[in-house]
């Protein structure tokens, strides 16, 4: 159990690792989802939205 | 210690980090801008900048010492907080958050629960305990990194807690939240490296991962011997359920910290900072390393501390009697006798690194909390433009927040401990007062506005509740229980004395926030669907 002293605490190094490489496996997956199609209609969107926005009133200090 | 080196190491990291601030600056023009960083940050960025935000310096200096006392069990904090604070948050909770800030137009975490619900009363109250209680919170990130910049660099506290407040204001007032991701992102990336090359050293000076782990194991008995009794069984171990040590490492430090993030006004911000799910799914990737790389390395060093001291020749003991009991000083000890000088350097400024991306998001929340939610939009004080009243509302929680680490430990007697509980009592009542309501607004069409403000207020009572008079952790230094029953906690000699108000506040709100909206008229169809559009 690489040299730990119980399963309870084996579990948490391991469980930690397997965590972090399925994170790891999650995001290269997904990592072209939603396509470009998707996000750029999303985006227009918004581009539309902002400009209709009343709080983009700028006035900085 | 080489002063000159850490001294040049410092003054090229702060260049670095003014200009990333002053990119913030030039490269924000509006509101959205200011508060969300104009919703196009790239996933990178937003990642790291979660990440670093979430780790502070007590992270890995506070929790690597506690490791070096609870030992490697501590480890299942960490698979919390990346299946947690990073699966969970990003996946289910940050696209969700994402589109419906959207949809509603939110620009901060209390506006989403105030807009979701129809409830200007719940976007400011939220608004005010931000800037009520995250002071605190601020505050012991402000002291855990001046003292570490005074004990480094050797100049005094004052020093040290003035130019490390003022440096980070400056960034965060003129560059907003574009300011506050771009220096995160240097930060967290100094960070992964410091720590990334902190795990490499310690398992070569102890001889490799099992080896050293072994070294560990076989030092049992040494654990047994001081914390036997109250159920420390050994470092590489569980402790024995239900004693001492396994409620404060089981519901204080796992589930306390590990499941309360997911309510992080800060942090949930963030989600709404990206144009599209896609950045989210690749958040996951980066935040994911990330966090295992912060706090998976700062338990395992804590603990194997425990074989470097007992094997040194000059101290021949265990960490935290190494240093004369004072947890905090472990990791540092660590760093400065057994790496070399170069190292101790970097660790310098990977510090100063976390304490910075922590402070820096701080002080932004409670700007907008107070600026746009309470004072704008809950009473209707406004100025020539959000961007000034936040800015204004920054100025005085940096105020607040500075004014708390500096003179709450000189003038009051139980000061330096009430501020080192700032961060947990922020994580409990954030847990108990928006987790049930954010977790139903995001997933439920049939949660009402009754219910969720019952729900707030209900989490609020229980967590106060259990924080000032019951949970002796927070209710003895913070002393209003002694004052009025003239004992430390109300629990007496029983357990109930080391349950995390999480455990109680947790499932009371959720309750609450339930049984409320059956019984109470369902919310506008209208409304709900302009919410869950596109979801």
């Given amino acids: 159990m690489l040299g730990l002293g119980s399963l309870g605490v084996f579990l948490a190094y391991v469980m930690s690792i397997i965590a972090g490489a399925l ?39 | 210690m080489n002063i000159l080196l850490i001294t040049i190491v410092t003054l090229i990291y702060l260049i670095i980090t003014a200009f990333l601030g002053y990119l913030g600056w030039r490269n924000t023009s509006n509101a959205t801008d200011f508060l969300l960083a104009g919703r196009k940050t790239h996933p990178f960025v937003m990642a790291v900048s979660y990440g670093s935000t979430f780790i502070s ?23 919390l907080n990346i299946a947690i604070g990073i699966f969970i948050a990003f996946v289910i909770f940050g696209k969700r958050t994402r589109k419906m800030g959207h949809n509603l137009d939110a620009h901060t975490f209390p506006e989403l629960i ?31 990194g001046a003292q570490f910049i005074s004990q480094t660099l050797s100049i005094s506290y004052e020093a040290a807690l003035f130019s490390f407040v003022t440096i980070v204001a400056i960034y965060v007032i003129m560059g907003g939240l574009k300011g506050v991701l771009y220096t995160d992102a240097f930060q967290g990336v100094i960070m992964f490296v410091g720590m990334f090359i902190l795990l490499v050293a310690t398992y070569y000076i102890l001889g490799g991962v099992i080896d050293s782990h072994r070294a560990l ?41 590990g ?11 963030r989600f709404m900072t990206v144009k599209s799910d896609r950045e989210l799914n690749r958040g996951v990737l980066i935040g994911g390393v990330f966090i295992l790389m912060m706090t998976g390395v700062a338990f ?41 000088q170069w190292f101790t350097a970097l660790f310098m400024v990977t510090m100063l690194a976390a304490a910075m991306s922590t402070l820096s998001a701080q002080f932004h929340t409670m700007g907008s909390a107070f600026g746009r939610d309470f004072l704008e939009q809950g009473i209707n004080i406004k100025t020539r433009s ?125 309750i609450i926030t339930v049984v409320v909206s059956i019984f109470s008229k369902s919310p506008d169809s209208k409304h709900v669907e302009k919410c869950f559009a596109g979801l």
Wanted: hydrophobic residues 50%; proline residues 5%; neutral net charge.
């Fill in chain 1, 23 to 61: 994170c790891v496996v999650y995001g290269l997956k997904n990592w072209n989802i939603p396509s470009d199609s998707e996000v750029e209609k999303e985006v227009s969107e918004e581009i539309e939205w902002e400009k209709r926005d009343p709080e983009n009133e700028g006035g900085l200090f």
């Fill in chain 2, 57 to 79: 310096t007590s992270a890995i200096i506070g929790f690597g010492g506690a490791a070096a006392v609870f030992g490697m069990g501590i480890l299942w904090l960490t698979f």
């Fill in chain 2, 114 to 144: 105030g807009k979701r619900f129809d409830s200007r009363l719940l976007q400011s109250a939220s608004g005010l305990m931000i800037f009520i209680a995250m002071p605190l919170y601020a505050g012991s990130v402000i002291l855990g």
């Fill in chain 2, 217 to 257: 194991t076989n030092l049992a008995p040494e654990a047994v011997k001081i914390w036997g009794k109250m159920g420390h069984t050994g470092w590489t171990s569980m402790p024995e359920t239900g004693s001492v040590f396994w409620w404060q490492l089981v519901s204080t430090i796992v589930l306390g910290v």
């Fill in chain 2, 259 to 269: 499941i309360g993030v997911l309510a992080q006004p800060q942090l949930a911000v």
């Fill in chain 2, 300 to 340: 395992v060093v804590g603990a194997l501390s425990n074989v470097y001291f007992f094997n040194h020749p000059a101290f021949g003991k265990i960490s935290i009697l190494a240093v004369e009991k004072k947890v905090d000083n472990i990791i540092p000890l660590f760093i400065n006798t057994a790496m070399p």
């Fill in chain 2, 386 to 510: 959000t961007v000034l009243t936040t800015k204004l509302a920054m100025g005085v929680a940096i105020i607040i927040s500075t004014f708390l680490a500096y003179f709450l430990p000189r003038f009051f007697e139980q000061g330096s401990a009430i501020i080192a509980i700032g961060t947990s009592i922020f994580f409990g009542l954030c847990a108990a007062t928006f987790l049930p309501l954010y977790f139903g607004g995001l997933f439920f069409k049939r949660i009402t506005k009754t219910g969720a403000l019952a729900g707030f207020f209900s989490g609020l009572l229980a967590a106060s509740f259990w924080i000032i008079f019951v949970h002796t952790k927070e209710a003895a230094p913070l002393g209003i229980c002694k004052a009025l029953f003239g004992v430390p906690t109300l629990a007496g000699q029983s357990t109930l004395q080391f349950v995390d108000p999480i455990v109680i506040a947790l499932p009371v709100s959720v």
